[in-house]
């Protein structure tokens, strides 16, 4: 295999916003910047940096617009921004990010709580982003990512038919892609196969990445049952940065540097160089000295014999 191979498998990493947004210290600019040059360093070709909310709500993620100003300056990286409504998709795109995700909750009772609208109101919202978005920037992608897909903390299961129901109701408003987002690590392989198969039978190739967590440890299971019924994207944290503060030692994203070393070591290119991946793990220690980092791979190092 060779570096110039296109990837088989897209792996977006997700911990300059998923990971930061649910540490409580802020990571200082210079510091993000420095990691974020780390991660395109080594091949990752597509970064979520950060969210366009309100600075009150979330301080992590005020300076996004200025990570995703850098982040434009590495040619062929596709930059996202995560935004929640209408007045964050207008900054991401004055901003210039490459793609919008927009999470929609499965559960009402977490759509609710997290954003205080009923998923019905969410879906109009991702139809109002599309349409600011054929305006503003037309190349520019959508994506739903819905999360609690797989169960809910707060109303525990999650129908199917309405994972699916919502899967084609934002791609009828207009959303490029749809993904399936495990954001309670209460996902199983069995399940993860049955509904991505489900959305991929609604939806087709509107179907989009695989966001599984680790809580429970099967975060990887279940990325590999994700790919066996067509994923191709995946979502992962490099040191599985955001990990569950009540859950000592398990994290909460889904290990990039094991995610790529479980698909390398399947022969399924990812286009990222591993070791380059760990020297990544230094600028984000740098940031955030008092975070823990996971990841079962750069602690075992790689097998011997490994190129
Ligand atoms: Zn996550």
Known sequence: MTATQPPEVLISEVGL???LQSVKTTMATADKLAWLDALVAAGLQELEVGSFVPAHLLPQMA?????VRHALTHPDLTVMALVPNVRGA???LRA???KLTIPVSASA???MAN???TREDMVAEVRAIVALKNQLAPHVKVEAGISTAFGCTLQGAVSEDDVVWLAEAVVQAGADETGLSDTTGMANPAQVRRLFQRV???VGEHTGAAHMHNTRGL???NCLAAYDVGVRTFDSSLAGLGGCPYAPGASGNVVTEDLVFMFEAMGIHTGVDLDRLFAARAPLQRGLPHEPLYGMTPEAGLPKGWV
């Open 219 to 221: 975060g990887l299971v």
């Open 109 to 111: 009772a977490h759509s």
């Open 90 to 92: 207008e900054v991401a």
């Open 96 to 98: 210039g990010v490459h």
């Open 63 to 67: 300076d996004t617009a200025e990570v």
């Open 200 to 202: 991929r039978a609604a």
């Open 115 to 117: 954003v205080r609208k």
């Open 17 to 19: 916003r998923d990971g």
